[in-house]
Every structure is written in structure tokens, then in C-alpha cells.
């Protein structure tokens, strides 16, 4: 089983700061890598696919690279509204499909 | 408009059996595989099971293997989990997820229904 670890597990940003965001795989997934948005009550959703590909109405602030086994996600100018917790995801070697353990994006 | 919408999460006693639905609509769906997806209270994302577009190939997590039985019926748009010998590990909400490209298995899930909440608990 790949074991997906985030980091940090909380991180605080002022509105229009920067925020990365890193994710490292057990061994490698390739480009084979998710972005999720969860906002508090809210099911997960799509940002950024094979690394870094937004999904369709993702925002061009947030931007996805890496590949093998460290990914980052960026938002390169923090808003309110990207306040929630974020996930990563490999999709490649499975069962089962893993993610990490979450990152809380919190407004400084 | 693409919709995925669980239902069936209630409150079941350690032991004790379970099925959950996800009624799906705005997309072609005997085309694409689809995953249940849990979440503990306070939690992070666990994968659950995934069942293929046809229904021929199902996958299960070691934590539930056994125990959940993932199916479908392309004929109404529908995906289930039977659930069974449940415990208080088992509590949280249930998300079916739909993967992005048809015909495929190994892919990002793109849509997500709003989730049902299964608490065990005597």
C-alpha cells in the first residue's frame, strides 16, 4: 500500500500570502496525483489532477506540480474562501486509492 | 448537471447490517467505475470499494473486505454498499464519487455526492 503523508498538518497564511502545500508518496505514483478542497460540512472536490492540472472552474491561483513522489500545491494569492482542509491523493497503484492525511489551511 | 445523492445512513448497533444507495443522475452511468469513500467523524478520507462501469470488477479496502459488498444497477442509475457486522469503527459519512474518465479504472474522482452519515453505537 502507497502511504500519502502531507505536510504541514495545519497552516496559517494572511489573505494574499502564498500557501504550499506538500504531500510525499511511500514510492512512486508517477503523475497519478490529486488535489481535493473539503470545506467544513461539504464533500470533497476536484482541484488539481495528474499533478497539475486544475479541473475544470479551479481558479488559476491554485497550481499543482511535482511528480514520482513529491508533489506541492500552491494557492498563490490566499482568499477567504480557500479556507478548508486539503488532501492529496495517488491514483496509480491501487487498491487501495490512498490519501493523505489531510492539511488544514487556516487565515493568519 | 452531474448529481450523485447517498442515502440509507442511519443509526445501526454494533453487529448489525446496513445498505447504503447513491442514486445518480447527469451522466451516462454504465459508463464509468464508481468508489465509496468514508469519513470518520473529525477524520481524514478512507477509500472503501470501488465497483467497475459494468459491474464485472470490484475492489474492497482490507478494513472492510468481507464484510461490505459494493454493487450496481446500471438499469435504474444506482450504486449500493451492503454493510454488514458493523462496528464502531465503521462510524462516518459515506461518499459515493464518481471517476473522471469512462470505461477506465485507476482515476481521479471528479464528482462527489454530499454524503450519509452510519453511526454504530448501542
Known amino acids: 500500500e502507497i502511504v500519502m503523508t502531507q ?17 510525499r508518496a511511500s514510492q512512486s505514483v508517477g503523475s497519478s496525483l490529486a488535489w481535493y478542497q473539503q470545506k467544513p460540512g461539504q464533500a470533497p472536490r476536484l482541484l488539481i489532477y495528474g499533478a497539475s492540472t486544475r479541473a475544470t472552474g479551479i481558479p488559476a491561483r491554485f497550481s499543482g506540480s511535482g511528480s514520482g513522489t513529491e508533489f506541492t500545491l500552491t494557492i498563490s494569492s490566499l482568499q477567504s474562501e480557500d479556507i478548508a482542509v486539503y488532501y492529496c491523493q495517488q491514483y496509480n497503484n491501487w487498491p487501495p486509492y490512498t490519501f493523505g492525511q489531510g492539511t488544514k489551511l487556516e487565515i493568519k | 448537471e452531474v448529481q450523485l445523492v447517498e442515502s440509507g445512513g442511519v443509526v445501526v448497533q454494533p453487529g448489525g447490517s446496513l445498505r447504503l444507495s447513491c442514486a445518480a443522475s447527469g451522466f451516462t452511468f454504465d459508463d464509468y467505475t464508481l468508489h465509496w469513500v468514508r469519513q470518520p467523524p473529525g477524520k481524514g ?20 473486505k468481507g464484510r461490505f459488498t ?15 457486522s458493523l462496528s464502531a469503527e465503521d462510524t462516518a459519512v ?29
Open chain 1, 7 to 23: 505536510s504541514p498538518a495545519t497552516l496559517s497564511v494572511s489573505p494574499g500570502e502564498r500557501a504550499t502545500l506538500s504531500c
Open chain 2, 45 to 64: 478520507l478512507e477509500w472503501v470499494s470501488l465497483i467497475s462501469w459494468d459491474g464485472g470488477s470490484t475492489f474492497y479496502a482490507d478494513s472492510v
Open chain 2, 70 to 84: 459494493i454493487s450496481r444497477d446500471n438499469s435504474r442509475n444506482s450504486l449500493y454498499l451492503q454493510m454488514s
Open chain 2, 94 to 122: 459515506y461518499y459515493c464519487a464518481k471517476e473522471s474518465s469512462s470505461w477506465y479504472l485507476g482515476d481521479r474522482f471528479d464528482y462527489w455526492g454530499q454524503g450519509t452519515l452510519v453511526t454504530v453505537s448501542s
